[in-house]
């Protein structure tokens, strides 16, 4: 019902940069607010930043201040975000996630997880 198409990961050496795109798609009634999180090889999955769709706010892990940037494009359904000075701390795998509603007869609520996409950075 719901979709979610990451893009934009790869190998990258420190201090450089990437920028991640999630297009969502499906029966979306409405998106409340849309999010990137990582996993690094034996971490849990923890939050990296999320923007609400309404009034654009945002919300950043402190590790990430300064360097990554997410947006929204409305009406493309669409959040990037823009990863800049690179860590190699930053090595995960980047997923987009999405609160939206959906039409199932009535609007419910909905969370969605991209397939993931990964981020090494690396010399």
């Known amino acids: 019902q719901v979709q979610l198409v990451e893009s934009g990961g790869g190998l990258v050496q420190p201090g450089g940069s990437l920028r991640l795109s999630c297009a969502a798609s499906?029966?979306?009634?409405?998106?409340?607010?849309m999010g990137w999180y990582r996993q690094a090889p034996g971490k849990q999955r923890e939050l990296v930043a999320t923007i609400t769709w309404s009034g654009g706010s945002t919300n950043y892990t402190d590790s990430v201040k300064g360097r990554f940037t997410i947006s929204r494009d409305n009406a493309e359904k669409t959040v990037y975000l823009q990863m800049n000075s690179l860590k190699p701390e930053d090595t995960a795998v980047y997923y987009c996630h999405a609160a939206v509603a959906i039409r199932v007869g009535n609007i419910l609520p909905h969370s969605e997880w991209g397939q993931g996409t990964q981020v090494t950075v690396s010399s």
């Open positions: 499906g029966s979306i009634f409405g998106i409340y607010a």
